[in-house]
């Protein structure tokens, strides 16, 4: 698998997304964008993403099946989740 060009940020929490978003200004010539959001239900098309990464948050699901059931119908046939 290639580099990312693309890189797509997900948090419910505000103050984390804008600190993630400081941080990626340290990756030139790399798209990054974030979204807010439940990770119960992604805001991302089926199929869309080549990688996913649920780091530090399934601990906070009452439901984590839900969660990498979620994750997983986001991510390609040929990706990595």
């Known amino acids: 698998m290639q580099h990312p060009s693309r890189v797509v940020g997900f948090d419910a929490a505000a103050a984390l997304i804008e600190q993630a978003r400081e941080r990626s200004r340290r990756l ?4 990054v964008s974030f979204l807010q959001g439940d990770f119960h239900q992604l ?14 948050c ?12 979620e994750i997983n119908r986001g991510v ?6």
């Not at 030139?28 to 798209?31: D, I, S």
């Not at 399934?58 to 059931?69: E, F, H, I, K, T």
């Open 28 to 31: 030139p010539g790399m798209q």
């Open 43 to 56: 805001t991302l098309s089926t199929r869309s993403c080549d990688l996913a990464v649920a780091a530090f």
């Open 58 to 69: 399934l601990y906070r699901s009452p439901g984590p099946q839900a969660v990498v059931a």
């Open 76 to 81: 390609a046939p040929e990706g990595l989740g």
